[in-house]
C-alpha cells in the first residue's frame, strides 16, 4: 500500500511538471483523480481529468462506466501478476468509452519508465453463450464479478470507440502452457454479446495477446494490433462473430515472452470438445504483417494465421506476409475440417510467408510441416487465395517505415482487387469492399492522436 502511495504522489508530480513546463498546457487537464476500485452507480469521467487505475477496479451492479473523448487513464505498475491493475465490466454492466480520432481515450502505464506487462486489461464479461456455459476469467480469483457466459446472444456491454491501450498484458507468465485458455490480457471480451459496439481500438506493446475474445458474439471493425507480445487476436471458448479490418503488425524480431506468438489464433477448448458453440470467427479484410526480411535464426514468432483445437473458421480477402514460420497452420482437429468443407473456409486471401515451403503448414502431432495438399486446396479455383513468393508483390505503399506504415495498395497490386462478399456469412454486418486486406484507397492507421507508430 505504501508503495502503491509512493507511485501515485509520483505519477501526480509527473503530471503537474508536464503541466507546468509543457508548451500545450491548454490542452492537458489540470486535475488528477483516482478511480474507485468499485463501481456500482452510474459514473461519468470529467473530460478535463486525468485518472489513476489503482489495483483493482470492478464496474458491478448493472452500473455504466462512461469516459468522454480526450480522457488518459494511467495504471500503476505492480510487479506480481496478481497484483496487476485492471478494470473489469461485470455482468449487466457497461462500459461507454466515446473517443475520437483527434481526441482518443488513451489507458497506458503510470510508470515513469514504461514497459510491456505494467499493467493487466481492460475485462468485459457479458451474459452471451460460451461453449462452457459459465466461467471465470482466467488469471483472476474465482468471483461472482470475474463471472461470464449466459443464453444472450444479443446482450449489451457498451460500447468502445477510438482507444488506444499501452504496455499492458502482465498477468499471464512467460512461456504460458499455449494448451491451456490464456489469462486475461489487452482488450478481453469474454461472452461479449452482439449488441456491444467495438470500433477503433489499438492496443500497443501489450506484454502478451492484444485482443481476446472468449465466448460471445460480439462484432467490430479496425482493430489494431502493433508489437505485441504473444497473439494479436486471439479466439477462445465458443466465440462466434465478425469482424472486418483487422491490422496485426509487427516489427520486432522475436517476442520475449510467448512460446508461439501469431497474427490469429484460435482455440475451441482444451481437449478439444465440440462442446457448442464452436468457435467460428468469420474476418474479412484482415493484414497481417510479420517483421521485414526473411529471418535465417528461428524465434518464437510463429504463423500469420494459426487454426487449432477444433476451432471452426472464415477468413476471405486479406493479405499475411511476412511471418517466418508460415501464412496460415492446421491442426490435426481443424485441417480436415477445412478441407472437407465442414464449416470453415479460407478464400480469396494473398498469402506470403518467409519460407514459401511452409506458407501452407500443419502442424501435425506436434511437429510443424509444409502442407502441400492444404497449398494445393487453397490455391484451387473454388478456394482462390494466391501464394505470393516475394513480398515487394504485394506493392503496398509502404510496408515499414519509421513514421509508421502505409499499407494501401499501389498501383498494380494485387491487393486492390479479388475480393468476394458472397454466401450466407457475409450477408449482414459486412461492408462489401472489392480491396482485400484492411486498406483501400484510404489510411486509416496513419499516424494520428489515436495511432501511435513508437
Not at 486535475?31 to 489503482?54: E, F, M, R, V
Not at 461472482?144 to 446482450?155: H, K, N, W
Not at 454479446?193 to 485482443?211: E, K
Request: with cysteine; net charge negative.
Amino acid at each position: 500500500m505504501i508503495k502503491n502511495t509512493l507511485l501515485l504522489v509520483a505519477v501526480i508530480c509527473t503530471l503537474a511538471a508536464c503541466q507546468k513546463n509543457s508548451d500545450q498546457m491548454a490542452t492537458i487537464p489540470n486535475k488528477i483523480d483516482t478511480l474507485p476500485n468499485n463501481i456500482t452507480s452510474d459514473l461519468t469521467l470529467d473530460a478535463n481529468t486525468s485518472y489513476i487505475l489503482a489495483g483493482r477496479v470492478f464496474v458491478k451492479n448493472n452500473a455504466s462506466l462512461i469516459i468522454p473523448a480526450g480522457v488518459t487513464v494511467s495504471a500503476l505498475k505492480n510487479d506480481a501478476s496478481g497484483d496487476k491493475s485492471i478494470l473489469v465490466i461485470t455482468k449487466g454492466a457497461k462500459l461507454m468509452i466515446n473517443g475520437t480520432l483527434e481526441k482518443p481515450v488513451v489507458f497506458t502505464s503510470a510508470a515513469t519508465t514504461k514497459a510491456p506487462g505494467d499493467w493487466g486489461a481492460i475485462i468485459i464479461l457479458g451474459k452471451a453463450p460460451s461453449n462452457i456455459g459459465t466461467g471465470n476469467v482466467e488469471g483472476l480469483t474465482v468471483s461472482p464479478d470475474t463471472e461470464f457466459g449466459g443464453t444472450i446472444s444479443d446482450d449489451n456491454s457498451g460500447s468502445i470507440s477510438y482507444l488506444r491501450m499501452e504496455y499492458c498484458g502482465g498477468i499471464n507468465p512467460d512461456n504460458e502452457n499455449e494448451w491451456l485458455v490464456d489469462k486475461a490480457s489487452g482488450l478481453c471480451l469474454e461472452s461479449v454479446g452482439s449488441a456491444t459496439t467495438i470500433n477503433n481500438v489499438m492496443i500497443v506493446h501489450s506484454r502478451d495477446d492484444a485482443f481476446q475474445f472468449v465466448g460471445g458474439t460480439v462484432n467490430a471493425t479496425h482493430l489494431i494490433g502493433y508489437n505485441n507480445g504473444d497473439d494479436d487476436f486471439d479466439f477462445d471458448l465458443g466465440y462466434a462473430g465478425k469482424l472486418q479490418y483487422l491490422l496485426s503488425y509487427r516489427t520486432e524480431l522475436t517476442s520475449t515472452h510467448a512460446l508461439r506468438a501469431n497474427g490469429i489464433e484460435t482455440y475451441n477448448d482444451e481437449v478439444p470438445t465440440l462442446n457448442l458453440p464452436l468457435t467460428r470467427p468469420v474476418i474479412s479484410n484482415s493484414t497481417i504483417i510479420g517483421p521485414q526480411g526473411m529471418e535465417t535464426v528461428k524465434t518464437n514468432l510463429n504463423q500469420g494465421v494459426y487454426i487449432r483445437k477444433g476451432t471452426r473458421f472464415v477468413l476471405q480477402n486479406s493479405v499475411i506476409a511476412e511471418y517466418p514460420q508460415g501464412g496460415l497452420m492446421v491442426c490435426n482437429k481443424t485441417r480436415p475440417v477445412l478441407l472437407s468443407d465442414a464449416g470453415s473456409a479460407f478464400k480469396y486471401n494473398l498469402v506470403h510467408s518467409d519460407s514459401v515451403s511452409r506458407t501452407f503448414s500443419w502442424d501435425k502431432d506436434y511437429a510443424v510441416f509444409g502442407d502441400p495438399v492444404l497449398r494445393d486446396f487453397a490455391l484451387n479455383t473454388t478456394n482462390k487465395n494466391t501464394l505470393i513468393e516475394d513480398a515487394a508483390t504485394f506493392k503496398l505503399k509502404a510496408m515499414y517505415a519509421a513514421s509508421g506504415p502505409d499499407l494501401t495498395p499501389a498501383d498494380g497490386s494485387p491487393a486492390l482487387t479479388g475480393a468476394n462478399f458472397d454466401g450466407p456469412d457475409f450477408t449482414t454486418f459486412f461492408t462489401a469492399v472489392p480491396y482485400r486486406g484492411a486498406f483501400g484507397s484510404t489510411n486509416w492507421a496513419a499516424a494520428s492522436n489515436w495511432v501511435v507508430w513508437k
